[in-house]
């Protein structure tokens, strides 16, 4: 009469002792004997009696549970709560992204008391590779990819005073060469007066700064110009742009020949010529306000002091990897890129800034909550889109506010 389950696992229990003790010559008549009394075959037999997990049965559903076999999982519970905020307050990076600014961001959640870990985790939490962070948030992840509209006009005046771009004329490896561009917040139409946003971006250290002007008549987007001159942490050498006739007019002409800054633009029709800035129109602008319509002055001043705080979190706690080196090998193009940073540490990185700058940029630095600072240019977006409702519907305004990254407010 074959033995019930319960029976098979006491057998199992009794003859795993035995077996590990002894010889080899010995083992093979204990497995012969086991595969007899239990009627399994001798491979999945002896796996049972070298097994080092007590079996045991569960009455309710009747059948034997086991251990997993495997390593014991490293990262459990403890650290995905505090990774979540980690995560969150990186405005959902990927996995290289948050592990390279962990260090950072940690340090100032702790110094924040915005979490409370354990020496244990804590230590965790900074040895975390990449991939085990992508793999634990892998549930929690999703991805939208809205497609915006192209707003650019050419501007003819002065076009064949500016020249194209080659790069032979730029050294980008020193700070203070950026790409500028404007994102246009028209909603489904381009009718009107609307709000645009100046997008400037540094080549060599990443550092972005972004400011809304009422329309882009040459005049407001030069006066957010300056304002973002004043705030950049180095010497401004140069400027590139597109075609459109927000930049390629005489006020922008004349402060570049006046300042002794190199203005220069890219072709038309290709945008990839400021592929920098261009990154940076979804990496911050489109992923922080999304794609709604902003066409009034408080709309604009809003914005502006969503930019405020956003160019904090991304100049400070964002890394980002930058192409070193891209090859063709047969059909298949390699690139190489580099050691993801934040903006900040390419600053401070560099032999380019004077040790005064930098020392400012450390003081603002130890005094940043990013969990803050996200939880309050999430509020402002929010208090964003309800003024817009309230002046051209509900309806109309919320249907692309799907985006807006609210899902894990409750991690930070």
Not at 218 to 240: C, M, N, S, W
Not at 304 to 315: E, G
Not at 330 to 345: A, E, F
Not at 367 to 394: D, H, I
Request: glycine content about 6%; charged content about 30%.
């Amino acid at each position: 009469m074959p033995l019930s389950m319960k029976e098979k696992q006491s057998v199992t229990n009794v003859m795993r002792e035995e077996y590990r003790k002894a010889s080899k010559k010995r083992k093979s008549r204990i497995l012969d004997e086991f595969c007899k009394l239990t009627g399994y075959n001798r491979s999945y037999g002896a796996r049972k009696l070298r097994s080092r997990q007590e079996s045991r049965f569960h009455k309710k559903y009747k059948k034997v549970l086991q251990k997993p076999r495997g390593r014991k999982r490293k990262y459990g519970a403890e650290c995905l709560k505090p990774l979540t905020t980690v995560w969150s307050v990186m405005d959902f990076a990927c996995g290289k992204r948050v592990a390279a600014g962990m260090a950072d961001v940690l340090d100032a959640l702790l110094r924040s008391k915005e979490v409370c870990l354990d020496e244990i985790t804590e230590n965790k939490l900074r040895t975390v590779s990449a991939s085990t962070i992508d793999r634990l948030l892998a549930v929690k992840r999703k991805q939208m990819c809205p497609k915006g509209r192209a707003t650019t006009k050419p501007g003819s005046l002065l076009k064949s005073q500016i020249p194209i771009r080659t790069g032979t004329e730029w050294d980008e490896k020193r700070p203070g060469y950026v790409e500028m561009d404007t994102v246009a917040h028209c909603g489904e139409s381009t009718r009107g007066q609307y709000v645009v946003t100046l997008d400037v971006t540094d080549i060599q250290t990443c550092w972005s700064e972004q400011r809304a002007a009422l329309n882009k008549a040459g005049k407001h987007v030069f006066a957010e110009f300056k304002k973002i001159r004043a705030q950049l942490p180095f010497t401004l050498y140069g400027i590139d742009c597109d075609s459109g006739a927000e930049f390629i007019n005489g006020l922008m002409f004349r402060y570049c020949e006046d300042e002794n800054i190199t203005f220069t633009r890219g072709r038309p029709y290709r945008k990839n010529d400021g592929c920098h800035v261009e990154q940076k129109n979804w990496s911050i602008v489109r992923q922080t306000v999304g794609y709604g319509r902003f066409e009034a002055e408080n709309e604009c001043a809003l914005l502006n002091i969503i930019y405020d705080n956003q160019r904090l979190l991304t100049n400070f706690f964002m890394p980002s990897q930058k192409l070193t080196t891209k090859e063709r090998d047969g059909g298949r193009i390699i690139r190489t890129l580099d050691k993801p940073l934040t903006p900040y540490r390419r600053v401070m990185e560099s032999k380019h800034i004077d040790d005064k700058a930098k020392a400012a940029l450390t003081e603002t630095f130890e005094t940043l909550n990013p969990a803050a600072l996200r939880r309050e240019v999430r509020r402002l977006v929010s208090e964003l889109y309800k003024l817009g409702a309230q002046l051209r519907g509900a309806q109309e305004y919320w249907q692309d506010d799907t985006h807006l990254t609210g899902q894990l407010d409750d991690a930070i």
